[in-house]
């Protein structure tokens, strides 16, 4: 059986990961689409996404739309790795019966 990655495996994370897993075609998801699609606070994103972007997972960028900040996160390429695993992992487990 495949190993559970630690990271991902924390529910708000295992979340944003889907969500960027399912944009990864377009240029990321800006901050506050992500917060909608996850439920997730301002704060509790942001450590989140902190927390992904240390580990390789999400690439994190700002910039401003006019005079607006704006923040888009994306997944990256061990990203999409490390969640295809962990999705296979969770496939293992469930189809095994835990």
Do not use: C, W
Not at 65 to 74: E, H, I, L
Request: proline content about 1%.
């Amino acid at each position: 059986m495949g190993k559970a990655d630690d990271i991902i495996h924390q529910a708000l994370r295992l979340r944003i990961m889907a969500a960027l897993h399912a944009a990864r075609r377009e240029e990321g998801i800006d901050f506050s689409r992500l917060k909608a699609l996850t439920g997730a606070t301002d704060g509790n994103l942001g450590s989140h996404l902190g927390t992904l972007e240390a580990a390789g997972y999400v690439a994190v960028a700002k910039d401003f739309v006019g005079k607006k900040p704006r923040t888009r996160a994306s997944i990256t390429r061990e990203g999409e790795r490390a969640f295809r695993e962990h999705r296979e992992y969770l496939r293992e487990v469930i189809e095994s019966g835990g």
